[in-house]
Each structure stands twice: as C-alpha cells, then as structure tokens.
C-alpha cells in the first residue's frame, strides 16, 4: 500500500503534522545560522543532497555474486560492506562532519561493548558509531550494531542491516559475537529510543534492555558509554504523531513506520536523512557492579556525553 492509498483523513493528519515539526526544524536552523549564511546554507544543503543522492545510485543493485560472497552467521557480506565504505567515508566525513571527543583512548582491539543513545527509526547512529570505533582500532575491526526487534522486522532494512554489520539485539547474539571477538553497539532504551518524538531529543531514557548489559558483566567486558549528538536532526520523528504513525504502520502491513517531514509523503527520497553536525563522544569505560546500577550509572554517563556534545557542537546545521 502507497501514502495514496491511505484514508485522505490520515493523510491529512499526516501533511498537518509535517508541517508543524518543518517549521521547528527550520526555525532552528535559523537560529543555528548567522543571518548572511542562510542563502549559502540552502545551496550547501542541495549540494550535499545531490551527492548523497549519487553515491547511493551509483552503488546500484548488489547482486549476489559466487566469487566473492563472504557472508557470515549474522548475515554480514563482506564484498558489499567494502563497497559500501566509501558511502559511510562521505557520511562521516562530509555530510555530517562528525567530530570524535575522548577523554581516553579506546583500547587497541575489541571487545567492548559500546552503549549510546538512540534517535530515529533507521539506526544511522549505530552504523556511524561502528564506523568511529573501527577507525580508532588498531586492527579497524568494524564493531557490530544491534538492532531493536521493532526494526529488524521492517521488511525494507532487515537484509540490507544485516549485510553493513546489524544484528538482531539478544543476549545470545551478544555472547556469539563477543566469543568471536567482536566489538558491539548496543542502545539499551530500547523502543523508546527509536519511537520518542523530536520534542524528546536528547533526553536519554531509561535503559530497560538490562540482559546484554547483563551478559557483558558476566564476561568482564568493558562497556564504554557514548553521547551521540545529531542524529535527532538528521532523522527527526513527527512529535505529534506517534500514534498516527502506528496506524499507519498497520495500514502497510509495517510494524513501525520512520515518519519524518519528508517520509513517508516524498516515499523512498524521503528517507534520506538530514544534513545535520554530528558529535560522537565516549566516556570512561565502567566495569563491575550490579547490572541495574550499572545501567543507570550508564544512563547517567550517557545522557552527561549528550550534554557535553550538544555544548561542544559550532551548530545544528551546516
């Protein structure tokens, strides 16, 4: 089912609540932006969508290929995460213009598990968090992203997350990815960090997805906390609309839906994401203690890193 074929009262709600969170999000790169930068910003912002636009249409379709098909148990392919690295280079480098803070240095080689806030349906935070990590290891080793239930079963992304490094989030996922080494990424909030509105950014939840911290404990692993600044911008959620957006989700046979400003109302364009600044921050490692502790320690840490990021950032915008 097409944004068409929805009842026009639903698609009415849709538009109006649109409207309402392009407005903030204007209004805020307004003041993000000094007066005489605004007509260049708009010509920065086509720019960086156009060849966003292009780098994804120049991957193509990834057919599968017997030569070089490396896939492992969780379903990663090799051949197309090499391909794709480039694309995560721009992303990080360029589109975002990502800035890393450390106050310590993260060890030479996994594993750890890295524990972040989480903003937006699509999991754009966790694949830049992976691409962070893997450039401040020794060794580059990509850590792997774990993804929410309510996201693994949207029928457009689990086989393309599965093949860049994500992994359906369990205990026993965990345990089989840190046994062969691998670092992880893991949001501990849960659905709420993937359905809280755009007036909700930047406020950490709690973490109520305690059995991977749980696992990390029992293994002596250290679990890294990190701010992530600039995914609420980059993907924000419709603030009025949540509930709009489960009927809407069930209209399509969908179990949420990634409503935004411009999605599902432009279709699949809309789901490219906002040209927003990014900060990456990582804490102290904590290590030890009761898992409940721990997580709220960790939410504390995380929520404190969101803070220092948004201070650290020059602006929202470009």
């Keep these: 089912m097409s944004i068409g074929d929805l009842p026009q009262d639903v698609v009415n709600r849709l538009r109006e609540a649109s409207r309402g969170l392009s407005r903030e999000i204007r209004s805020q790169q307004r003041r993000a932006l000094r007066p005489d930068r605004e007509t260049e910003s708009g010509s ?4 960086l969508f156009d060849e966003l636009r292009g780098r994804i249409g120049s991957l193509g379709p990834f057919k599968e290929s017997e030569g070089d098909r490396e896939v492992d148990d969780f379903g990663l392919r090799s051949d197309f995460v090499e391909r794709i690295l480039p694309l995560f280079d721009f992303l990080f480098d360029r589109y975002w213009r ?5 106050d310590w240095n993260l060890p030479a080689r996994g594993p750890v598990l890295l524990v972040g806030n989480r903003a937006g349906v ?26 929410e239930p309510e996201v693994w079963k949207l029928p457009f992304a689990r086989v393309q997350l599965a093949r860049v490094g994500g992994v359906k989030v369990s205990a026993e996922n965990y345990e089989e990815l840190t046994s062969a080494g691998h670092s992880v990424v893991h949001f501990p909030e849960g659905a709420r960090g993937v359905l809280h509105s755009f007036r909700e950014r930047y406020q950490v939840g709690p973490f109520k997805r305690l059995e991977v911290l749980e696992a990390a404990l029992g293994r002596g692993v250290r679990i890294v906390p990190v701010g992530i600044v600039g995914a609420e911008e980059a993907v924000p959620r ?32 809309g789901l490219l994401p906002l040209p927003s600044r990014w900060v990456i921050a990582f804490g102290a490692p904590i290590e030890g203690g009761q898992v409940e502790q721990v997580a709220e320690a960790l939410r504390e840490e995380v929520q404190g890193l969101v803070e220092e990021g948004l201070d650290a950032r020059s602006s929202t915008w470009l």
Excluded: Q, Y
């Excluded at 990502?98 to 450390?102: A, G, L, M, N, Y």
């Design 98 to 102: 990502v800035e890393v803070k450390s």
């Design 44 to 47: 920065e912002w086509n720019t």
């Design 122 to 147: 699509l999991p754009w935070d966790g694949m830049m968090l992976s691409h962070a990590a893997s450039r401040l290891f020794d060794d580059h080793a990509r850590p792997r992203f774990l993804v």
């Design 238 to 269: 419709l603030g009025d609309a949540r509930i709009l957006s489960r009927l809407i989700a069930r209209e399509i046979d969908a179990p949420i839906l990634p409503m935004t400003p411009t999605f599902p109302l432009l279709g699949p364009m």
